[in-house]
Nanobody
């Protein structure tokens, strides 16, 4: 069992930066692929980024490539999402998710554990 707690969201102007953190509990965190998803009002939850257990591979949705960076610190059981050059369309609730099978997928069903989400609002 893994519990995930996100933090770091907030209000930022367009062009600004935020770093989200996701702290995990559980002994097997280090073997999980970790992902970030987001959900804007009245929209489906969408994949943002994922990172394999050792950080060897990362994946991004096209709309954030070159602006967002996912990373992890297994010693701290924490995964991060550094978000730069933020745009109003990045406004959403951001969710951290854990995939215990290491699939590195981009769909919700690839992930078994979810955090409660953190709000990111980008003003124009």
């Amino acid at each position: 069992q893994v519990q995930l707690v996100e933090s770091g969201g907030g209000l930022v102007q367009a062009g600004g930066s935020l770093r989200l953190s996701c702290a995990a509990s559980g002994r097997t965190f280090t073997s999980y692929t970790m992902g970030w998803f987001r959900q804007a009002p009245e929209k489906e939850r969408e994949f943002v980024a994922a990172i394999t257990w050792n950080g060897g591979s990362t994946y991004y949705v096209d709309s954030v490539k070159g602006r967002f960076t996912i990373s992890r610190d297994n010693a701290k059981k924490t995964v991060y999402l550094q978000m730069n050059s933020l745009k109003p369309e990045d406004t959403a609730v951001y969710y951290c998710a854990a995939d215990r099978y290491g699939r590195g997928g981009s769909t919700r069903t690839d992930y078994e554990y979810w955090g409660q989400g953190t709000q990111v609002t980008v003003s124009s």
